[in-house]
């Protein structure tokens, strides 16, 4: 009796020492697994002027980008005019980035939206155009 308690027992032991070691095996994979979903997230930061005024035009550009793949945020400055993208140049390239924003009705320094895209802007938020854009 006492050898199949001994037996049982340092069964026991062994099985929770390998149970212990994969679990640190397995969790030292997921820590590398969301280190590169970390670095996935970090994406490239891109600043270019986009015309607009107003909170309603911050709201339509920032909102034109939110559910784009690859464009992880999106951030324009009323003041400056300055849009902010953080993205993933693997998934979608910056002037695809700006061609959404057009497609938004608002120029940016490469693209210029439809003149029927622009026109349906609400007043306020129909920006003095530059004179020209690359583009459209």
């Excluded at 400056?80 to 002037?95: A, C, F, R, S």
């Excluded at 003149?115 to 020209?132: A, D, M």
Aim: charged share 25%.
């Amino acid at each position: 009796m006492k050898k199949l308690i001994l037996s049982s027992a340092l069964f026991m032991f062994f099985a929770v020492g390998l149970f212990a070691q994969h679990e640190h095996h397995h969790s030292q994979n997921m820590q590398v697994e969301k280190t590169a979903n970390a670095m996935a997230k970090e994406g490239k930061t891109e600043s270019f002027k986009v015309y607009g005024n107003c909170g309603m035009c911050e709201r339509r550009i920032e909102g034109a980008l939110k559910k784009v793949e690859g464009v992880y945020s999106a951030d324009w400055d009323v003041d400056t005019k300055q849009l902010t993208v953080n993205y993933n140049p693997e998934v979608i390239q910056l002037k695809e980035i700006k061609q959404v924003v057009a497609n938004a009705g608002h120029d940016s320094d490469e693209v210029r939206a439809k003149e029927e895209v622009y026109n349906n802007l609400p007043g306020c938020c129909q920006y003095e155009r530059p004179v020209s854009n690359e583009g459209n």
